[in-house]
Structure formats: C-alpha cells, structure tokens
C-alpha cells in the first residue's frame, strides 16, 4: 500500500489558482497506479475531481471542475499533481489524493481507491 502526502492546499482568493502536489512514498513506483483526487466540504460526502491512468490519460469525475483544474503526474518523481484556476468559494474543502491499482483505467467510486493521502485544506474566499 502507498503512502501518500498532499500539500499546497491554503487561503485563495476567488479568481485565484493553487497548484496541489501528492507524493508517493520511495521505494514503490506509480507505474501500476491510477491515481485520483478527490474533495471533501464540510457536511458532504468525499467527490472525486479527476483521475489520470498510468498511460497518462485524463479524465474529469465531476462537471464543476471541467476546464478548470487539470491533473498530471511525474512518475519518476512519484508525484500527482492537480491544477486549479478560476477558484471558486465552492471549491473549499479537505482535498486528498489516492491511488487505485488497475493503472489503465480511470474510476469515480471511491472503494477502488486503496490508499489516500491525509489531505490538505483548501479555502476560497475574499
């Protein structure tokens, strides 16, 4: 099982961008991982955002986010990345990143995902 660990979470303002990194832990490579990210607001139940398989192909889980955040990988730094623009106060919530095996192909349901990251706090407001 992966350990994973987000960060580059914070304060935003409305308009704003936040880059969030996750990294894996050394030693075991992504190679057989998709990996996803997901969001939690207070009082709602975990969404997930986007996913990207080993092959690097994309996909946006959720319709709030299409053509604002973008998700990438760096396998051989063992890192997920996800993008965010035109932020939006609705996009406040505990971001976490996690890894699915099954690498080439992509999945919304959350029972897939085996490891998950501790998350890190976002918040948009003025």
């Known amino acids: 099982q992966l350990q994973l660990v987000e960060s580059g979470g914070g304060l935003v303002q409305p308009g704003g961008s936040l880059r969030l990194s996750c990294v894996a832990s050394?030693?075991?490579?992504?190679?057989?991982?998709?990996m996803g990210w997901f969001r939690q607001a207070p009082g709602k139940e975990r969404e997930a955002i986007s996913c990207i398989t080993n092959s690097d192909s994309t996909i946006d889980l959720s319709d709030s986010v299409k053509g604002r955040f973008t998700i990438s990988r760096d396998n051989d730094k063992k890192m997920v990345f996800l993008q965010m623009n035109s932020l939006k106060p609705e996009d406040t919530a505990v971001y976490y990143c996690?890894?699915?095996?099954?690498?080439?192909?992509?999945?919304?349901?959350?029972?897939?995902?085996?490891?998950w990251g501790q998350g890190t706090q976002v918040t948009v407001s003025s």
């Open positions: 996690a890894a699915k095996r099954g690498g080439y192909y992509c999945a919304a349901y959350i029972p897939e995902y085996e490891s």
């Open positions: 050394s030693g075991i490579t992504l190679d057989y991982y998709a």
